[in-house]
């Protein structure tokens, strides 16, 4: 984000994903000028799915939830209106979502990220401990792209 770097003041940028299966491709950035708050990495995330903008070293600055994305089930609309609407597994879900993430300056990646609960192992239990500490949780990284510098849209990866 070239605005971004030289100004020093936070700005964002609008990310399109599309994915399949564990596929997961960037397909559009562009810059918004929109405030985005309250993403700091400080807070406690609950397990899901994320966006990270992270700096050159790979440290995440900021963690953006991703709402109703990578769906495993579609709802199937019957023929017959007197019929109920059903809801099935995706056999391989497919789809595409749209975030909005700050881009502070020294952000140059975006990571799409799951949070999922971290389970206990051996010494957290032989210390007496019955469950996790909330909000510890292991992130998994599904996918990382460079964030562009000149500000344009297209595909990346």
């Not at 709802?75 to 059903?86: G, K, L, Q």
Request: charge should be negative; hydrophobic fraction near 40%; avoid cysteine.
């Amino acid at each position: 984000m070239s605005d971004v770097a030289g100004s020093g003041r936070s700005s964002a940028v609008r990310l399109i994903f599309e994915y399949e299966g564990s596929e997961v491709n960037l397909v559009s950035q562009q810059p918004v000028d929109v405030a985005v708050t309250g993403f700091d990495i400080a807070r406690v995330s609950r397990p899901g799915h994320y966006v990270e903008t992270r700096n050159a070293a790979g440290l995440p600055l900021s963690r953006v939830p991703l709402r109703e994305s990578f769906a495993t089930s579609t709802e199937v609309f019957p023929e017959d209106h007197a019929d109920p609407i059903t809801r099935v597994d995706l056999d391989a879900p497919r789809g595409a979502f749209t975030v909005v993430v700050p881009a502070s300056e020294g952000a140059t990646d975006v990571a799409v990220v799951r949070l999922t609960p971290r389970s206990p192992d051996a010494s957290f239990i032989a210390a007496g401990a019955t469950s996790p500490v909330p909000g510890d949780h292991e992130v998994v990284e599904l996918a990382k792209f460079a964030l562009n510098s000149g500000g344009s849209d297209g595909r990346s990866g």
